[in-house]
């Protein structure tokens, strides 16, 4: 006879585990529980390994390990040391390899990833710094919901900066205060060719000049975009792209996807950030 409907939930899920059926789908489901903690397991796993590969293996020049720490110590940067120092390694690698080209970083918030660029590249060597230095451009329809969260939070005055201190976008002339940020770290920007260009990316980043290193910090994906269609193509053989927020936010995960699916000429490298290596 079957379980009546009026009895229990519990009951009539106790009654369909009693039959072969029901356990099997018991055990079934039982698995797929393992399955995902394991799956969770992984990618905790994963992560941590991400965060121990050295991007590329330099010792640095006492000078710049003092900017790093400077950078720190003054909250300049979102940053870990670790990642500081990689991206340092980088500057001093398409030096040792010779690869021509400019060095870019879009999306410089407090200018702390820029100034150790600007600190381990050779001072004769171009870079240029693009960013809108005020409040973050609207994400898209082609965002997720995590970035129109935290787009709400910084829309609506919420957002913290590094230590309690004020949050970048809300500065009234961030440009200013990141010049003046290379300057006291003793990295000024005219002897090091370095170009500070306030505005939207899609606006500002032009040319076709060769690029050996790109730090990309778009966020959202029609910014992550316009740098991928704008930088990649110009990469050096040898040179290299560095996505900060690929693991981060969904758009910027989607416009990497998107842009790079299909399209030889490049391989992408899943570190503690993501790379994508210009081949040849």
């Not at 079957?2 to 939930?9: K, V, Y």
């Not at 500070?196 to 290193?213: Q, R």
Request: overall charge neutral; charged content about 35%.
């Amino acid at each position: 006879m079957d379980a009546p409907s009026s009895l229990p939930s519990r009951v009539r899920r106790r009654l369909a585990r009693a039959t072969p059926t029901g356990r099997r789908l018991a055990e079934t489901e039982a698995q797929l529980a393992r399955a995902r903690a394991e799956l969770r397991d992984a990618r905790g796993r994963l992560k941590q390994a991400r965060s121990r590969i050295t991007e590329a293996r330099h010792d640095l020049p006492t000078e710049v390990d003092a900017v790093i720490d400077r950078v720190r110590e003054e909250r300049l940067t979102f940053l870990s040391r670790r990642d500081l120092r990689n991206l340092a390694a980088l500057a001093r690698d398409v030096e040792a390899r010779g690869v021509p080209g400019e060095v870019i970083e879009a999306g410089a918030a407090l200018g702390g990833s820029a100034i150790v660029l600007a600190a381990a590249k050779a001072p004769e060597r171009p870079m240029r710094v693009y960013d809108v230095f005020d409040m973050i451009p609207a994400p898209s329809e082609r965002d997720g919901d995590d970035v129109h969260r935290r787009y709400e939070t910084i829309r609506d005055g919420q957002a913290k900066g590094l230590g309690g201190d004020v949050y970048y976008g809300y500065r009234e002339d961030l440009l200013a205060e990141v010049s003046a940020s290379f300057a006291r770290l003793g990295v000024p920007p005219a002897e090091h060719r370095v170009e500070l260009v306030k505005g939207l990316f899609e606006e500002t980043i032009t040319g076709d000049g060769p690029v050996a290193l790109a730090h990309l910090d778009g966020d959202w994906y029609d910014s992550t975009m316009t740098c991928l269609e704008r930088i990649a193509p110009r990469l050096s053989p040898g040179g290299r792209l560095v996505l900060d927020d690929y693991y981060a936010w969904s758009g910027c995960r989607r416009a990497v996807d998107d842009y790079f699916r299909g399209r030889e000429g490049y391989a992408l490298q899943e570190r503690a950030r993501l790379h994508v290596v210009r081949r040849g």
